[in-house]
Every structure is written in C-alpha cells, then in structure tokens.
C-alpha cells in the first residue's frame, strides 16, 4: 500500500486508488492513514465523524463507511490480481486483511508499504542526527529530502474533524522544525545568499514564526543588506501584536539591536563621495549568526 498524506490524501493499494470520493468514507480513511498499522479504536472514529456527539445509528453508519472502504480495496485487488500474483506473495491480501475489524476498533494495514509521513519523519530524524554530529552537509541533503516530501497542506482536500485537525498541527509543527534546522545548517556553510529567495518565500507563509524570521534576518545581514533585516524584523512585530499581543523573544529583540548598530556603524564609517573612486560595501562577517 502507498499512502501519502503531505498534501492531498491518496491511498492505494498495488497502485489502485482505495481513495473515496464521498466526505465521510474520505474523512474515515485520513484517520485510518494517520494511524496506519494500529487499532483505532471506534470511539475515536466517531469522535472524528461526529464531534459535536453521535447521533442515533452512527455505529451502523460507520460500519456503512467502512464497508465503502472495503468495496473500493476490493475493485483495487481485482485490478490488480495480474501483479499481485507475479510477486509470488504466499497469500493474497483481501479486502477484510487490508481494513482489519479488531474488538473495539479497525487497523489499516499497509502490508509494509510506503507511507509519506513516516518517511518524512525518518529522513527528519537523520538530518537532525547528522546536525549534532556537525555534519552539516550531511544534515542539508537528509532535510531537505524531508521537505521535498511535502506536496500542501497535509489531508488537503479532507473535511477534518478533531483528531484530524490535531494531526495537521502535528505535522505543520515537524515541518516548521525541519524548516529551521535547514536553514541553520545552511547558514553555518555559508549558504545566506543561495536561500534568500527560499527563506522570503517561507516568511510570506509562516508570518509569526520567530527562527524563520531570524534566520531571514541572518541571511539578508550577511548579504549587507541590513535596512531589509530591519524590515522584516518590523514585519514579524506587527504580525505578532496581531495576532498573539505579545513582542519577539529576547532572542530576535537582541538580533535586531545587533543589526541596528552594525548598520549605523557602516553609514557613520561610509567615506565621502570622491570623484573617480567607489565606495566598497561594508562585508558583514561570515561568523554572524543567531
């Protein structure tokens, strides 16, 4: 089975899509996905479908969501019988063995298949290790690997219920700190100019996120372009009073004072304007960072 939930649901089963168009089988699949290759228990399927409390009959409507499932895996079986075959598998999975009813809850099996946000999080925790071993280069291609997973918003395209929306936020924060990682390690190889566009681009999504935005500032300090930094620190100001109330931390209060006097210095040492000489730029040093 492949199931990739880093944008668009998709689930399929020897590359046949088990994927519902109808919302609820569609919202019943995503949570199944989100805890493939364990028991999610009934309570908690209903809570998903149902939040505001089940009505009269949800058990034997989910049990009618559930058989949807099981109908679509079988039409993929079939299809795909011809290559299932060609593996020599001792046994062919059916559709009961792929959607698996257990007391008091229901497993989506993969088979050992392959699963976006599990490979993600391995490709993640790699980056990270390297990142402590101070193999930076190392720790830029595993993360990135990671990142490159993403396709949207995770369960796009999905009606999310509680414990969906819980998931989303899950990964959206993994994300975020894999997103800081990389540009850490990218900035400690020198990298600032290569990951600007990158880096404006991330800040334009994530307007409250604090390490983007210091990291952005790092990257347009070394570039000399200090009154930009200043910018997008204002930016980050605004977007917090907005919407938290609250100021930077201490950290990104401390970066910015950093730059306000490393850019006054170079306007107070800029030398006059002499006919038939350029002034050259101020180099920030490379060793510069949060």
């Not at 649901?9 to 899509?17: I, P, Q, R, W, Y």
């Not at 299809?79 to 959607?99: F, H, K, N, Q, Y």
Request: positive net charge; contains cysteine.
């Amino acid at each position: 089975m492949d199931v990739r939930i880093l944008g668009g649901l998709s689930v399929a089963e020897n590359g046949v899509s088990i994927t519902p168009t109808a919302a609820a089988p569609r919202q019943l699949l995503a949570l199944l996905a989100a805890h493939a290759d364990q028991v999610v228990p009934v309570t908690v399927l209903m809570e998903e479908l149902w939040p505001s409390g089940a009505p009269r009959g949800a058990r034997v409507e989910l049990q009618s969501h559930i058989q949807d499932l099981r109908a679509l895996i079988t039409t993929a079986l079939r299809d795909a019988e011809p290559r299932t075959a060609a593996t020599g598998w001792p046994e062919r999975r059916t559709a009961d063995s792929v959607l698996v009813s257990l007391p008091g809850g229901y497993r989506l099996d993969t088979g050992g298949g392959s699963h976006d946000a599990w490979r993600f999080e391995r490709a993640a925790g790699a980056g990270y290790r390297a990142m402590e071993a101070g193999d930076l280069q190392r720790a830029v291609r595993r993360l990135s690997e990671a990142l490159a997973l993403w396709r949207g918003t995770p369960y796009a395209g999905v009606a999310a219920g509680p414990r969906l929306r819980a998931e989303i936020e899950r990964l959206e924060t993994s994300r975020l700190s894999v997103l800081d990682q990389w540009a850490e390690a990218q900035l400690a190889l020198g990298r600032h100019f290569e990951i600007i566009g990158e880096l404006a681009e991330l800040v334009a999504q994530y307007r409250t996120d604090e390490p983007l935005h210091g990291q952005f500032m790092v990257a347009l300090l070394r570039c000399g372009r200090q009154d930009e930094a200043l910018e997008v620190y204002q930016r980050l100001c605004e977007g917090l009073k907005k919407k938290a109330g609250r100021e930077p931390s201490a950290r990104l209060r401390r970066l910015q004072r950093s730059i306000l006097a490393i850019r006054d210095t170079a306007r107070a040492a800029r030398p006059l304007f002499v006919p038939g000489h350029s002034a050259r730029p101020r180099l920030v040093p490379a060793g510069f960072s949060l």
